[in-house]
Nanobody, 117 residues
Framework: QVQLVESGGGLVQAGGSLRLSCAASRSIFSLNVMGWYRQAPGKQRELVADITRGGTPNYADPVKGRFTISRDNAKNTVYLQMNSLKPEDTAVYYC???????????WGQGTQVTVSS
């Protein structure tokens, strides 16, 4: 019932930056958490960062200090600013919204991020 569309992935060299965006198809007025997960080849999908509707962020240790998550509730959009990218950041990045009312997760289609060494 909610569609999430990501954009901003691409190919960058190590040390470079990318900014990912994810827009929801409609407003979500219940309490919710939006965030980003990633899945590298041969790896489990893992949380990268998330952020509450009130703006409280949470980061996985591997990206702490390098990535910044933010959201614009008026636009139903979450962003991920990725700086100082490393080859190990290479993965498909998926936008996620967790509705706190019913605990349902909504997923985007994924966007590829490739970091060359």
């Amino acid at each position: 019932q909610v569609q999430l569309v990501e954009s901003g992935g691409g190919l960058v060299q190590a040390g470079g930056s990318l900014r990912l965006s994810c827009a929801a198809s409609r407003s979500i007025f219940s309490l919710n958490v939006m965030g980003w997960y990633r899945q590298a080849p041969g790896k489990q999908r893992e949380l990268v960062a998330d952020i509450t509707r009130g703006g409280t962020p949470n980061y996985a240790d591997p990206v702490k200090g390098r990535f910044t998550i933010s959201r614009d509730n008026a636009k139903n959009t979450v962003y991920l600013q990725m700086n100082s990218l490393k080859p190990e950041d290479t993965a498909v990045y998926y936008c996620n919204l967790r509705d706190s009312w019913n605990s349902v997760h909504y997923w985007g289609q994924g966007t590829q991020v490739t970091v060359s060494s």
